[in-house]
Every structure is written in structure tokens, then in C-alpha cells.
């Protein structure tokens, strides 16, 4: 029997470096929360982490609504989870998470609280359950997976995998390294001369397209684009003549629309305009993807599956805020969509599942995507189990931009750096800023180590659930429960 002993919440108020604009959003302040929870697995206690930003304007995109307001709804649904996660008795890890989904998504619906956010909390529980699965048996996520630890059974959520395991879809081995696909904000500097005056992060990072592709040798490249025709083409225009100098033709990105299009029909002239236009024309035969062009409004409605059957020379277009159920990307597969994304955020048994699902179309000659993209991870947590699912679930290009919004780990305590530099040190390398803080000092801190454009996945891959050891809090804040 399975079971939830005790809960805690650490909280860590961190600022980025420059400003990250996504979407309706600009993230400059973003708490980061902390769960640590200790579950009792058949008698024998074994505890497990999880973390993520609190990131606004994310989860509902609603632009009226306040970010604390915001920030405070995301705290309230962790916390509910917990609540619920602490009534079940379940014979099985698997059976642990179906219940606090069902759980969760009641409550939510009469609350009149969408899934997407909703299962965020749910999300907490599952990755701490799992890490603690995984430190419980001594092995890494993809064993866990492979040797179906967490008794996995899809026959009573998802007929079509029924008798499967597992095993049967998830890649042999995780690879060992993974493409960081760089993000490319709405407002972020292409080359320097966008800088004005002032904007210079005097850290000794790069802050312009040009420069990170240079100090980090990067290949792979998400480009944040809203909509606003001449804008995003200006913008386009010049991104391809920096990365066609920069990289030749060697290199791949993909487009997020971050749901900037609320009717079905503009973004396919949208996209039709920007193909004709002869300054792209690198671009295309290296657009691995179009993330989310439509509101979550319209995404999934039918007038997509219309618009899908007389588009035949679309790009693969992928679901990522539309993906908040079990049931959103059958949907969306029933529709003409290629597939969907992974985040930790929107749960790992669900994109276990939507990886099985997209297989099965893989071998039936069917475009399949399975991306994976960032929620502004930082920190030696949300990172390394971010990237271990990512691993696990076959994906090799990866938004990273945690590392290019927040300096390094150098706002988290002591013991998380030097946890960071002595257990990773294939993913972390020390840092020391070119120039002195405002407090005339020149302290080092830990920043991702990201060589010929890919992260080392070695020490990731052998930890439990990307995360070895055990991490001291003590340094951090806690956060109330309820």
C-alpha cells in the first residue's frame, strides 16, 4: 500500500537577468516552489522533490487578471493536490497518480478551474512520487520505466495501448546527449545594436542571438513569434541572416505561436504570407514544427480538422497549452495535428501515454511529434527532472532557457551550488561574472554547462529521477501549506 506521510513547501523569490517576454507575459520576478513529500511504500518511508516557477499569464493567459492573483491560484492547486494526495491508500504508484488525477479534476471542475492549471498541482505530487519511487528502488527514471515499477496498466485509460508496456515504445537507453534549443523571446536582442542603452547585462553571459550561439556553439533555436505580421517578418528576416552566418546550414528551430491566433483561418494566411516571402526561404526546409499558433479557445474545436483537410502543404503543428487532458491530444491527433509537447508541469505518466499513442502512428508512415519544451526551468531540480523525462521519452531537442533568462543557480543557496557542482559536474561548470555586482564583489556561481550546442546527459541519466543524492533545504524558505 501507498501512501503520503508528510508534505512540505519551500519557497525561492528569484529575478531574471533580462526580461522574458512570452506570449501576453514579460517574466522579470517569478517565485519558484519547492515540494518535498514522503510517501510510505509498502512499510518503508522514501522521500521525494519536485520544483517549478509559479510562472504568470501561463496556465490561463488571462490578461485582466493580476500576477499575484495568479501566482496565489498556482499555490492554491498544489496545495489541494496535496490534500488529496494525502486521503489515498493505493496499491500501486500508478494507481496513486490515477487517483489524485480524478481527484484533482473534480475538484477543479467545480471550482471552475481549467485542467491546464488544475493539474500543475497534480504534476507536484506525481514528480516527487516518482522520485521517491526511484530512489526507493536504487535506479534511474528509465529503468523505472522499462521494468514498469510503477505498475503502469493503459488498458482502463487509453484502449488503444492496452496489453502494452512501457518498454514497447520508450527508447532502449536514454541518449546521452540532448540539443538545447535555444528561445528566442519576442523581445529579445538579435545582435547588439538592438541593445539600447542601459540593457547590457554586465554579467559577462550572452544576452543576443550572436552571442549565444557563439559562446555556446548552438544548433537548435525556438522562435517566439505573436502574430503581428510585419513585425514578426522584420524580426524573422533578420534571424535567418544571423543564423545562416552564424551556423550555414547546420541548424533547426521551430515556431511557437503562443496562442496569439483566436480565429482558425489567419494563422494558416499568416503562415501562407511569411512562406512567400524569399528572405525566409532557409528557414523552411529546417522548421522541425509550429507550436500552438491557435488560442486554447479554438485549438481543439472543429473548425481546425476543416481547416486541416484543405491545407495539405502545412508545417507539423503541435499542441502545448491545449494539451491539459488524458484526452486533448487524441483530439487533437483526430484533427490533423502532428502531436504535442512535454513538460513535467502537464505530468510525465501523461506524456508516458501520449508517447505510446504517437508510436503507434509513427509506424503507421503518420507524422508523430513529441517535442520538448521549458517553462523557464532553473535550478538543480526542475532542470535535471525535466531533462530525465525528456530523456526517457525519446526527445533530443529541447528548449532550454532557464539558463539564459536567470544567471546561473547564483540566487539559490550554498548548498544547492555546490550539491549542483560536485553531482553534476558534467552539467555544471563553475561561473565567475567578468565584472564585479553592485556590492563590488566577483562571487562565482554555477552555470549550465551547454558545449557544440548539447547538454551531457550522463549524471542525469544515473540519478534517481535526475536528482542523486539529497538536496538541503535549509536554506530556503518555506512555504505554508495551507
Request: proline share 7%.
Amino acid at each position: 500500500m501507498i501512501r503520503l506521510l508528510s508534505a512540505e513547501l519551500f519557497r525561492l523569490e528569484l529575478r531574471a537577468r533580462m526580461p522574458f517576454r512570452y506570449g501576453i507575459a514579460t517574466m522579470t520576478d517569478v517565485p519558484q516552489l519547492i515540494a518535498r513529500l514522503t510517501f510510505d511504500f509498502n512499510g518503508h518511508a522514501e522521500t521525494g522533490i519536485a520544483a517549478d516557477l509559479l510562472p504568470p499569464k501561463w496556465f490561463t493567459k488571462d490578461p485582466t487578471r493580476a500576477l499575484g492573483d495568479e501566482i496565489d491560484e498556482m499555490l492554491r492547486v498544489i496545495r489541494r493536490a496535496i490534500v488529496h494526495a494525502q486521503a489515498i491508500r493505493a496499491a500501486t504508484p500508478f494507481a496513486f497518480w490515477r487517483e489524485l488525477y480524478s481527484a484533482q479534476a473534480a475538484w477543479a471542475a467545480a471550482e471552475n478551474l481549467p485542467p491546464l492549471l488544475s493539474n500543475f498541482g497534480t504534476s507536484f505530487v506525481e514528480r516527487a512520487l516518482l522520485h521517491a519511487l526511484c530512489r526507493r528502488h536504487r535506479v534511474n527514471l528509465a529503468t523505472a520505466f522499462r521494468e514498469n515499477l510503477p505498475e503502469i496498466d493503459f488498458a482502463g485509460l487509453q484502449p488503444k495501448l492496452a496489453g502494452q508496456r512501457p518498454r514497447d515504445f520508450l527508447p532502449a537507453a536514454p541518449p546521452a546527449a540532448i540539443f538545447a534549443r535555444h528561445t528566442v523571446g519576442l523581445s529579445d536582442p538579435i545582435t547588439a545594436g538592438d541593445l539600447a542603452a542601459g540593457e547590457r547585462v554586465e554579467d559577462g553571459l550572452p544576452q543576443t542571438l550572436e552571442e549565444v550561439i557563439r559562446f555556446y556553439g548552438l544548433r537548435h533555436f525556438k522562435i517566439k513569434i505573436n502574430g503581428e505580421a510585419a513585425r514578426d517578418r522584420d524580426r524573422l528576416e533578420r534571424m535567418v541572416r544571423v543564423l545562416g552566418d552564424a551556423c550555414g546550414d547546420d541548424y533547426q528551430c521551430s515556431l511557437d505561436g503562443n496562442e496569439s491566433f483566436h480565429d482558425v483561418a489567419s494563422f494558416a494566411d499568416y503562415y501562407g504570407a511569411l512562406v512567400g516571402v524569399a528572405a525566409l526561404r532557409p528557414l523552411w526546409p529546417r522548421l522541425m514544427y509550429v507550436e500552438q499558433p491557435w488560442h486554447r479557445r479554438v485549438a481543439l474545436s472543429p473548425a481546425i480538422g476543416d481547416l486541416v483537410r484543405t491545407w495539405p502543404k502545412r508545417p507539423p503543428i503541435i499542441i502545448d497549452e491545449s494539451d491539459a487532458e488524458l484526452s486533448s491530444l487524441p483530439t487533437a491527433l483526430e484533427l490533423g495535428y502532428a502531436g504535442t509537447s512535454h513538460k513535467n508541469c502537464k505530468g510525465v505518466f501523461k506524456s508516458v501515454i501520449n508517447a505510446g499513442l504517437l508510436a503507434q502512428r509513427r509506424a503507421s508512415g503518420l507524422p508523430a511529434v513529441l517535442s520538448g519544451e521549458d517553462l523557464g526551468n532553473v535550478g538543480p531540480i526542475s532542470v535535471t527532472q525535466d531533462l530525465a523525462a525528456q530523456a526517457v521519452l525519446g526527445v533530443t531537442s529541447v528548449e532550454r532557457n532557464g539558463h539564459h533568462y536567470f544567471a546561473g543557480l547564483a540566487q539559490f543557496p550554498a548548498a544547492f551550488q555546490e550539491h549542483a557542482l560536485r553531482l553534476h559536474p558534467d552539467l555544471y561548470v563553475p561561473y565567475v561574472p567578468a565584472l564585479p555586482d553592485a556590492r563590488g564583489k566577483r562571487a562565482g556561481w554555477p552555470r549550465l554547462d551547454i558545449r557544440e550546442g548539447r547538454i551531457a546527459m550522463g549524471t542525469i541519466n544515473a540519478a534517481p529521477f535526475g536528482v542523486p543524492g539529497d538536496l538541503d533545504l535549509s536554506g530556503v524558505p518555506r512555504e505554508s501549506l495551507g
